[in-house]
């Protein structure tokens, strides 16, 4: 039997960047998959909001591991889950989490490196500690670095960058398979970062973050949507409700 998680470590590749367009449940995961995904990928913001709760781990780790076992169900394809900050005060707690979460059928985890409701960054030498906690489950952890979070262009420079790849090499020594560096739209940073680590690097796209193509050539390996497809799902849907409610009969135009 192929192991999902070495079937979805084998689809990072630096310049040929995996495309995961996030779900929120087993719904939406069986659309993306009929479109053509390789792998299918959670987003906790889409998830909690879908359920009627705010991001930041309000959606309980129960809920969410029943959540990924519907939507490993109606899917062969690897899942991997967005984990917030691992579900665990310490790293025996990451670690019992986590193991919950490959037990329920997960390839992988993304895992911040910024506790829930917290500005500043946990850290490095704890974050690697829970990133080594989680990594003991086997799964693909993704290691999330928020070091550009909340930071405007404008502020950019050679230490933020050396503040992402001294935190990537404490997350690589502590086994984890990707680095995450969200909020980043500057090629020239994602560049340098992407040549700066041994990890696989995953940015987020947004509006104005490059083709898949642009981003390729800077090396990435894996593109992630966010919370996007789940807003603009929920937009469609107010759209058509207005419609309906001003008085058209058959709405549904794309």
């Known amino acids: ?4 998680v070495e079937t979805f ?3 990072h590749v630096p310049g040929d960047p995996l495309v995961l367009f996030n779900i929120w ?3 939406s995961a069986r659309a993306v998959a009929a479109a053509g995904a390789r792998a299918i990928a959670t987003g906790s913001y889409g998830v909690a909001e879908a359920q009627g709760f705010a991001d930041g781990e309000a959606f309980s780790i129960d809920d969410a591991l029943r959540n990924l076992e519907r939507i490993v169900s109606v899917t062969d394809l690897p899942v991997t889950l967005d984990f917030e900050s691992g579900y665990g005060v310490r790293p025996v707690d990451v670690r019992r ?3 919950h979460a ?3 059928g997960a390839a992988g985890i993304n895992m911040e490196d910024r506790l829930p409701g917290a500005r500043d960054l946990i850290d490095v030498a704890d974050a690697a500690e829970r990133v080594a906690a989680a990594a003991s489950s086997g799964l693909f952890v993704n290691a999330r670095c928020d070091v550009y979070r909340g930071v405007e262009p404008a502020a950019y420079g050679s230490h933020l960058v050396d503040a992402v790849l ?3 090499e404490a997350y690589a020594a502590a086994g984890a398979r990707g680095l995450f560096v969200p909020f980043l739209g500057d090629h020239a940073v994602i560049r340098a970062i992407c040549a700066g680590t041994s990890l696989p690097v995953n940015v987020l796209w947004g509006p104005g973050r490059g083709t898949r193509a642009e981003l390729a050539a800077c090396g990435v390996a894996r593109i992630s ?4 497809p789940w807003a603009a799902a929920m937009e469609w849907l107010k759209g058509q409700a207005e ?4 008085g058209q009969i058959v709405p549904y135009a794309s």
């Open 25 to 27: 449940d087993a719904g």
């Open 102 to 104: 490959r037990d329920a």
């Open 97 to 99: 989490s986590v193991q």
């Open 225 to 228: 949507y966010g919370h996007g």
């Open 243 to 246: 419609a309906v409610f001003a």
């Open 9 to 11: 470590r084998a689809l």
């Open 1 to 4: 039997m192929t192991d999902p």
């Open 166 to 168: 001294a935190r990537a």
